[in-house]
Structure formats: structure tokens, C-alpha cells
């Protein structure tokens, strides 16, 4: 739900930013010098949008993957703290019923 509402507002900010340069007159010299560009650099220019994607994509899922590696190791440790004071509880009980006796 909150992927949605900031790609909502992203579109919506970007779309009054483009209303603002044309009001001023700023975009059209800036679409004539896009225009004037070879077709190739277009194809150069979104790999290099497309390679962002990927990576920020993957960095996202390797993150998550780590994420879930530090909760599972955070839970083992926990158990053996756990046992480890169940243990030594026991050696306490253990340990006073012998003196008593």
C-alpha cells in the first residue's frame, strides 16, 4: 500500500515539475536537443535504466535474503541462551538439594 502511494505521489510531483518548465518556456529547448540526438543513444540511454533497475531489484532481494538469514542465525542464539539457562538452573536445584541432604 505504501509502494503505491509514493509512486502516486512521485508521477503526480514529476508531472507538475513538467507543467512548471513549460509555463516558463524551459522544456521545449530541452525536447529540441533531445530530439536532435542519434536513435542509438536512446537504446544506450534506457540499458542504462534498465541496468539501474535490475540492480536496485536485486540489491533489494539480497537484502531481504540477508535479512532473513540474520533473523534465523538471532533465533539459534536465543535457543542456546535459553538452554544454556535452563541448564543452569537445573545445576542450581541440583546443587542445592544436594546440600540440604
Known sequence: M???????????CTIIFLYILQQWGILMPIVDRIE??????YL??????FSGFQFVISYMKEKEEDMKWIEEQGQVFINRM?????RRNENKKTGLSKKSV
Open 2 to 12: 505504501m509502494k503505491k502511494t509514493k509512486r502516486a505521489i512521485a508521477i503526480i
Open 36 to 41: 536532435a540526438f542519434p536513435w542509438w543513444v
Open 44 to 49: 544506450v540511454f534506457a540499458g542504462i535504466l
Open 82 to 86: 535459553n538452554e544454556e539457562r535452563e
